[in-house]
T-cell receptor, first 111, second 120 residues
Framework: DQQVKQNSPSLSVQEGRISILNCDYTNSMFDYFLWYKKYPAEGPTFLISISSIKDKNEDGRFTVFLNKSAKHLSLHIVPSQPGDSAVYFCAATRYGNKLVFGAGTILRVKS | GAVVSQHPSRVICKSGTSVKIECRSLDFQATTMFWYRQFPKQSLMLMATSNEGSKATYEQGVEKDKFLINHASLTLSTLTVTSAHPEDSSFYIC????????????????FGPGTRLLVL
């Protein structure tokens, strides 16, 4: 049972435009959500997170939106840069428990 | 802050030998570390949760006698792949749960750079 789903395996965006990466979850007990970026043959890098008590968190070019009623979160990257090209994983957890990862979305930013 | 290192970054070994991978939290203490495995074109698979001073908790289907985990200090966890076989070849990644007092970031896991294991 996939509790965290990233339904888009890949996304291609023009440099300077907005990248929107989506993630859906099924477990209503999750209360903390994270986005990680991963290059091939490297460990994931933490990008941004959001607690279930918020609906938006912003950090520079990265904004995460959480819609609890829809069990949906999204990561917005504005403006997109070629260096943003990577695999993006969303993850969810309940306090004190392990992270549950989505399958990842490959983002390609074209210059 | 919140840097995690892994050593070695790459290892090639003969079938039947054992390989030890170290995971260190460099600038914070981590009571909990995690070991993941990633197969090509697949997501991260949690293998086990490592708690300082106690036995690791293994995920279903992961052989605890095959993948020995030791978390002897607040900054070091080790994964030993015993009697490695070619099917154990993979990318192993550790993570450490973040430090306290950083606005909820205790729940954030910080990942090491990974170790590529190739068993011949």
């Amino acid at each position: 049972d996939q509790q965290v789903k990233q339904n888009s395996p890949s996304l291609s965006v023009q440099e300077g435009r907005i990248s929107i990466l989506n993630c859906d979850y099924t477990n209503s007990m999750f209360d903390y959500f994270l986005w990680y970026k991963k290059y091939p043959a490297e460990g994931p890098t933490f990008l941004i997170s959001i607690s279930s008590i918020k609906d938006k968190n912003e950090d520079g070019r990265f904004t995460v939106f959480l819609n609890k009623s829809a069990k949906h979160l999204s990561l917005h990257i504005v403006p997109s840069q070629p260096g943003d090209s990577a695999v993006y994983f969303c993850a969810a957890t309940r306090y004190g428990n392990k992270l549950v990862f989505g399958a990842g979305t490959i983002l390609r930013v074209k210059s | 802050g919140a840097v995690v290192s892994q050593h070695p970054s790459r290892v090639i070994c003969k079938s039947g030998t054992s390989v030890k991978i170290e995971c260190r939290s460099l600038d914070f203490q981590a009571t909990t570390m995690f070991w993941y495995r990633q197969f090509p074109k697949q997501s991260l698979m949690l293998m086990a949760t490592s708690n300082e001073g106690s036995k690791a908790t293994y995920e279903q289907g992961v052989e605890k006698d095959k993948f020995l985990i030791n978390h002897a200090s607040l900054t070091l966890s080790t994964l030993t792949v015993t009697s490695a076989h070619p099917e154990d070849s993979s990318f192993y990644i550790c993570s450490a749960r973040g430090p306290l007092g950083r606005g909820g970031l205790q729940e954030t896991q910080y990942f090491g750079p990974g170790t590529r294991l190739l068993v011949l």
